[in-house]
């Protein structure tokens, strides 16, 4: 996610999301609700606005991660924002790894993924693999301008 300045701001779809259907969703409804969620902080931000398809070519350019830029993005005008109550995450125990629970009893993504799957070519591990190569990107540095700095452009309806 992006800010382009105080009443904008626009969501990559990163290649290998593949869910269309979040932006056919849009096209039918574009009024969306988002919430950001910060690992150690209690708060969450809440955003409420208008979306739409952007196609822009420079703006698409400005959201590339390691020369992979989508094909499409959201933006999103901005029509309310706040702070959300942290008294759901405090409850919850969510950033209290302590209370999480054992990782052993759960299903790893591997069993989900071959239940699901079932690949036939290739064993569950070399499957994962490959698609972890494809479709995932590792961020390097602080991003493509430098030291962390975006520019701002403006979001025109697809």
């Known amino acids: 996610m992006r800010v382009l300045d105080e009443r904008h701001l626009v969501i990559p779809d990163r290649p290998g999301n593949k869910r269309l259907d979040g932006l056919r ?5 574009p ?3 988002l919430i950001f969620l910060i690992p150690g902080r209690e708060e969450t931000l809440r955003v409420n606005g208008r979306a739409l398809i952007v196609r822009d070519e420079d703006v698409l350019e400005s959201l590339a ?17 706040f702070f959300h ?8 125990q969510l950033w209290e790894p302590e209370a999480w629970p054992d990782r ?5 993504m591997a069993c989900v993924l071959y239940e699901k799957l ?6 569950l591990e070399e499957y994962l693999r490959d698609r972890r190569r494809r479709h995932l990107h590792r961020p390097r540095g602080r991003g493509r301008n430098g030291a962390g700095g975006h520019r701002q452009v403006r979001v025109h309806p697809a």
Not at 25 to 29: K, Q
Not at 65 to 81: F, H, S
Not at 85 to 92: E, I, L, M, T
Not at 118 to 123: F, I, N, S
């Open 25 to 29: 969703n849009l096209l039918a409804n």
């Open 31 to 33: 009024h969306v609700g």
């Open 65 to 81: 991660v390691r020369d992979k830029r989508p094909q499409v993005a959201i933006g999103v005008e901005v029509e309310e924002c």
């Open 85 to 92: 109550c942290p008294k759901a995450f405090r409850r919850s």
């Open 104 to 108: 052993s009893v759960l299903p790893s």
């Open 118 to 123: 079932k690949p036939a070519d290739k064993t």
